[in-house]
């Protein structure tokens, strides 16, 4: 497909057709007792948790109010457009979302709660029950035997609430309100819109990760962040909690323990509860109140060094001990770095040794569940195929995935590119989009503080986004597998990228940053960053490293495992076999001979076909591979990690 047919496509965007009903198989196979019910959240792992997904009441009305009955039920967390939560209807910007699930609370549950007050009256207890959200698409609010606990915006962060003085004893009703404007507003959206085609996909709503409580004790951890300091062979550690306890922290290598220590916190005393405690966009209920906690931060030695790597992902279990609360947690001793190798030419760095990154763009969408995955083994599955077919890295295109996924390519070795979820208003396409396609250089020199043609006009949205940027950082910080953060996309709602840069910088100075992923380039970051799909692949010369985040999309429509007969794609082929050859040619003849010449990574488009973008590695429903086994003159992809 040339130029100005893929700009004829994205011009047909809103010309759309009835969407195939396509299944995994992990969906045919779901479970509505058992709906991803792994521990949600591998890096601060208690046992005393109950998963809440399954079928819920909901509701989808025009008022604000609560309504008085429900359309049904809907399988949580799965999106009510999705096919898998039964409900398969599109959430409009004038409508509301009602969710509601009963809690049941036993006699004993609650009597090891002593609550002595509520309604601002200030309570203390034994036990503390905590809900969380993995995310809500776009804003919630929470309630609790009718008061309201907390409300949250921005559909791709987690949230949480005590919702302990809520409590009562016998049943507790919970409900969710929802409201999602989608593309409608300058809200983080990704690449949803309610007018799907082309690059972007159908737009989610609603709960679309998991719900989960768990009780804790009345003093208890409330975060970790986990620095390595490869170089030093220590790990840092910042401990957030609240209350006050004694603290026993144990590193184990493997089954061994490798360390142990013990630390006597300060004694604290109740205090108000403060809505900047909270997640971004988090409001505690008003008039709560909670011990104040400590902020510990402490360095212990690793003398038992095993870096981690692609090859050897080795990661060290923490056991943390506060007080009655244990949690247990993971690390990782490695550090990803832009430096000059022995010919002075700035490449990523793993460990500090030249490492070329073999990537793959990841959109994170499923036929079934849409930004939900059907299940733990369909995210493994992903991750698992891909280094199969030579891949190293996975860009997690602007999408913040479930703390699981992270979890996978932590334990099984794959490097994430992580991209921050774009937002904004209506961007201007002709400036956004074709003309650095057709003309590259010309979009280098045009500045990102001209807010209209960026969708950006709005000084609210621009700070929300920050925020949300900010946010995802101190919510992945601890990931070992994140090597680069990717602030802005394409123009995408880009705004002020040399700020967002320093700020992201400030925020976490333990990784490089992609500050302009494909064009408008602002020079700033640690990567000279191109997206390539219709000329020849070359390296730019640049004093940071050079990287080609997105090239390939070569598109191939299976039929029967296709949503639409529409295909988008940047070179279409009519046969797997035609295919393959093409992507191996692509691989073996264009883009390896690149590394010696300074190309430090590269980004192919993609893991899988997504609704009308049919420029997988699988289809869309994941059950067919294109890569075809090739005669033997012709070389597999995969080749070494270490390039110089």
Sequence with gaps: MDILNCARNINKSHETDVLARLTTVWGEN???EHILDEYP?????????????????????????????????????????????????????????????SIPLSADDFTALSLTGHSGQGFSACRRLILHFGAVDQSARVYLNGKGVCSHTGGYLPFEADIT?????????????????????????????????????????????????????????????????????KLHIRMLTSGSAQVNIQVFARERRIFQMAYEAPEVTLKKASPKAGTSGTDPAEGSTQPAGFDLSLCIPIEE?????????YLYTLKIRFGSDL??????????????????????????????????????????????????????????????????????????????????????????????VSGGSSYSMPIVCYLPTLFPHISGHLRDNQYKLF??????????????????????YNVPSIAAWVPFNEGWGQFDANRITRLIKAKDPTRPVDQTSGWFDQRGGDFKSVHNYFRKLSVVKDPRAFVLSEYGGYACRIPGHSSVERIYGYRQFSTRKEFSIA??????RSLKPLIKKG??????????????????????????????????????????????
């Design 41 to 101: 959240r591998p890096q601060l792992k208690r046992d005393n948790y109950t998963i809440l997904n399954g079928y819920w009441n909901y509701a989808i009305t025009k008022s604000p109010a609560l309504p008085g009955s429900y359309d049904g039920k809907i399988l949580v967390p799965f999106s009510p457009e999705s096919i898998l939560s039964g409900v398969e209807r599109q959430l409009k910007p004038d409508e509301y979302l009602w969710y509601e699930r």
């Design 455 to 476: 969708g950006r006009l709005s000084k609210k949205g621009r700070k929300e986004w920050t925020r949300e940027c900010l946010d995802t950082i101190d919510y992945l």
């Design 327 to 420: 949690v247990e947690s993971y690390f990782a001793m490695r550090t990803f770095t832009v430096e000059p190798d022995r010919k002075g030419i700035m490449r990523f760095h793993l460990n500090h040794k030249p490492y070329f990154l073999h990537g793959v763009l990841d959109q994170g969408y499923w036929p079934d569940g849409l930004y939900t995955a059907p299940s733990d083994k369909a995210l493994i599955f992903d991750i698992r195929s891909m280094q199969r077919l030579g891949f190293n890295m996975m860009r997690k295109h602007i999408k913040i995935e479930s703390a699981r996924w992270y979890y996978h390519c932590d334990r099984l070795g794959m490097i994430v590119w992580q991209d921050m």
């Design 583 to 588: 992507f191996h040619k692509l691989i073996n």
């Design 165 to 233: 003085p809520f409590l009562k004893e016998g049943e507790n009703s919970l409900v969710v309100c929802v409201r999602d404007v989608s593309d409608t507003s300058y809200h983080t959206r990704g690449k949803q819109t309610l007018k799907r085609g082309g690059m972007f996909y159908t737009a989610q709503s609603g709960i679309w990760q998991t719900v989960w409580m768990e009780w804790v004790s009345a003093n208890y951890i409330r975060k970790l962040y986990l620095t390595p300091d490869f170089d030093n062979s």
């Design 305 to 313: 060094m095993h870096p981690w790597t692609p090859d050897i992902p």
């Design 599 to 644: 190309l430090s990574g590269a980004v192919y488009t993609q893991v899988s076909d997504v609704e009308e973008e049919v420029n997988g590695l699988f289809t869309y429903d994941r059950k067919i591979c294109k890569l075809t086994a090739l005669p033997r003159s012709a070389p597999p992809a995969r080749f070494g990690h270490g390039h110089e």
């Design 30 to 32: 779901l479970d509505p």
